[in-house]
């Protein structure tokens, strides 16, 4: 009997946490995925909080999702090293079936600050990721897992994301979490199908799938186009739930199914009702799924490292942490899209892996309100 | 997956005290 599990991302969110309420009631949460990163702002945890994580924990079903490494970042950080302490802790309290960071690096100078930005597929890139996911492995002593970004500069970018996913957590024997709505951003921003796109990951490796929702945004480079947004502050499209039908029989690692969206937009009872109703409608899709596929369920041991691949030298790469600091400071203080462009031409970016010659004026003009609106936080 | 009821409860009043 196959048994894929309907999850909720769940954090120390009253608004959130009172939202999944009625469904931890009705039992219908068989995984929690946490945020456990995001507890920096909070001095005192409440027991009942901790007792949630454990519940979940003791029956293996509790999953970590870091926010704040910035797995691409060039140069090692203190953050960085507190972080995987933080990690190694909670992986030893809470018994984590997994755990699972994002692609990307993050701008701004501080941890906890910024946004996640796309970087060059490299050599440089591909070695620094892997360094990093072997240090997360080794501190969480559990499977290891990386998430698709939704952002992108161009297309040639959108189809080499899921090849070099899978070169990043081959040493670790890692997986990927596929969030659909980042696919559907992906397929509306460069008007790719999904038949196009799909293939170029590797599914196989998929042992969790994300679904949630966003928004759109107008451009001003390209006023004929809206684009899409993971926000995380709506209900789920009716999109990114055909994405979900389409996309579980290919998975056939799959384990957990999570539905995310932020507290902040769970305030109205209206938002709440939403988010009742599209969990109700994730649960039955999976469980129909289950219930006409006899696959066994994945055991963590598949995505097991075959061996120890921790390594005690750094990697690091001072031109690419340049580059990163230099592109972060364009992005954040421009104060146009034309003004960035300007900037990006006789930066050191410029005719270089990063191809800024190619990216797309929306995305660039995206890449800028993420920036700044991070910088804020 | 049930969840301990004494959890429900506590995370409950969580909720409404703050």
């Known amino acids: 009997m196959p048994n894929l599990l309907p999850s909720l991302a769940c954090n120390l969110d009253l608004d959130l946490l009172a939202a999944a309420l009625p469904l931890l009631e009705e039992a219908r949460v068989d995984g929690l995925e946490w945020s456990f990163d995001a507890l920096f702002q909070t001095r005192q945890v409440p027991a009942w909080f901790l007792d949630l994580l454990t519940a979940f924990g003791q029956e293996k079903r509790l999953v970590a999702h870091g926010v704040f490494f910035s797995l691409f970042s060039g140069k090692w950080s203190e953050g960085q090293r507190q972080w995987l302490k933080t990690l190694s802790e909670a992986s030893q309290r809470y018994r984590f079936d997994h755990v699972t960071e994002h692609f990307g690096f993050m701008t701004g100078q501080n941890f906890h600050h910024g946004a996640p930005l796309a970087i060059p597929y490299t050599a440089t890139t591909l070695a620094i990721g892997q360094d990093r996911l072997a240090r997360i492995q080794e501190a969480a002593q559990c499977p290891v897992g990386l998430e698709n970004l939704a952002f992108s500069y161009s297309v040639e970018d959108v189809k080499r994301h899921g090849e070099f996913l899978e070169k990043l957590i081959e040493p670790v024997n890692g997986f990927i979490i596929l969030d659909l709505h980042n696919l559907y951003c992906q397929l509306h921003n460069f008007s790719v199908s999904f038949e196009e796109l799909i293939p170029f990951y590797p599914l196989e490796r998929v042992r969790e799938i994300h679904i949630s929702g966003g928004s759109w945004e107008d451009s001003l480079t390209t006023p004929a186009k809206k684009i899409r947004r993971d926000t995380h502050d709506n209900g789920v499209p009716e999109e990114v739930f055909n994405l979900l039908t389409q996309t579980l029989p290919l998975c056939p690692n799959l384990k957990y199914v999570v539905l995310e969206q932020l507290g902040n937009s769970l305030k109205t009872e209206q938002s709440k009702t939403q988010f009742y109703q599209d969990y109700l409608r994730m649960e039955a899709i999976v469980r129909d799924f289950n219930a006409t596929h006899l696959n066994p369920i994945p055991e963590p041991e598949r995505f097991l490292p075959p061996q120890a691949t921790f390594s005690a030298e750094l990697v690091e790469d001072e031109a690419l942490y340049a580059q990163q600091v230099e592109l972060s400071s364009i992005l954040e203080t421009a104060g146009s899209y034309e003004e960035a462009q300007q900037k990006l031409r006789t930066s050191t970016l410029a005719h270089s892996a990063w191809q800024v010659e190619q990216w797309e004026p929306a995305m660039l003009e995206t890449a800028i309100s993420l920036a700044q609106k991070w910088k804020k936080k | ?18």
């Open chain 2, 1 to 18: 997956m049930n969840i301990p009821k004494s959890v429900l409860s506590a995370i409950l009043l969580g909720i409404t005290v703050q």
